[in-house]
């Protein structure tokens, strides 16, 4: 009778999970993520810059394999590194020393190299690689990059100043997205409201104004936010300079997905935009935090007084 009724509640946690088309994956044994994690098939990959270590998690938050990599040998990294999807594999960047560290999903050591610049985000597309840059220097630009899939690079596509980039990190892949059907690159633009497109010859197609009011975060809102990163990863991110936190993702031709840094009862204000003309197709809220779409379903990742939530939601169920 007991283990038909833990039967029976399980299932029901399930059922009502699916019902409302959300689920919280508590992920107990990570100490801090800085918003970057990748979602391959069934696991949760993350980089804890404060063990210095690649942690994949289950869809029920379980830890299914942890790998430190602290150290300057062969796969290792000496200061903070960020993780993102490269196929079914894994990249690690760590732009301070503009090197790359490549594992498998069951965290295998790959391969290694190192780019002339201090790259921050990868992404592979039919055409190639795109690496977009941030500066660490007083120089006051960011830098868009075509490589080649053995991370040659191809060219500059796009270069853009503005004091606002004072050696912070305000480029990634929360601020960047691609459309490969009609060859777009779409990133929010400097300390703005403003999202560019352009192709991959860096020619400006078009500039959306996005309908948000500036995030004014407190000094206490920004340390709970990234409260467990390590001092040298709080140094690399600052929110003040980026203050409409604008994520944007395609979600397929001619839409593209806007969550803003506005909140209303703890949710973010977000739309979707027809991209040919500019005009809102909708406007709803989500949950706030960092995020990442597989198919329908929504990621998002966030920092509580209790550790690091990712909540899954069905994005088609959300803007209904």
């Known amino acids: 009778m007991k283990l038909l009724r833990t039967f029976f509640v399980s299932f029901m946690v399930i059922f009502l999970q699916n019902l409302y088309c959300e689920r919280d994956i508590r992920l107990n044994e990570l100490s801090s993520v800085g918003g970057r994690f990748v979602v391959i098939e069934n696991s949760i990959y993350t980089f804890d810059s404060r063990d210095f270590a690649i942690k994949v998690f289950s869809k029920g938050g379980k830890l299914k394999y942890s790998k430190k990599i602290k150290g300057e040998g062969p796969g290792e990294l000496s200061t903070n590194g960020f993780i993102v999807e490269d196929g079914k594999n894994l990249l690690i960047l760590e732009p301070m020393r503009k090197k790359w560290v490549r594992y498998d999903s069951e965290l295998n050591f790959l391969n290694e190299g190192w780019f002339d610049e201090p790259i921050n985000f990868i992404k592979r597309t039919d055409s190639g690689i795109i690496g977009a840059l941030a500066n660490f220097s007083n120089k006051y630009y960011r830098k868009l990059f075509l490589f080649s899939n053995n991370f040659e690079k191809i060219k500059e596509i796009f270069k853009e100043y503005g004091e606002n980039f004072s050696g912070k990190i305000v480029s990634n892949e929360l601020y960047i997205t691609f459309d490969e059907k009609d060859g777009l690159i779409a990133f929010a633009s400097g300390n703005s409201n403003r999202i560019k497109l352009i192709d991959y010859d860096g020619n400006l197609k078009k500039e959306i104004e996005v309908m948000v009011r500036p ?104 803007i209904k």
Do not use: W
């Open 215 to 318: 995030c004014k975060y407190k000094e206490e809102e920004l340390s709970s936010i990234f409260k467990n990163l390590p001092a040298e990863a709080r140094e690399l991110i600052d929110f003040k300079i980026y203050p409409y936190f604008l994520q944007i993702l395609f979600l397929q031709r001619n839409e593209l997905l806007v969550i803003t840094g506005e909140f209303e009862n703890k949710k973010a204000k977000s739309y979707i935009y027809e991209v040919e003309n500019g005009f809102v197709k909708r406007s709803f809220y989500t949950h706030g935090g960092f995020y990442q779409l597989k198919g329908d379903a929504l990621y998002s990742l966030m920092e509580d007084e209790y550790g690091c939530i990712i909540k899954e939601s069905s994005l088609s169920e959300i």
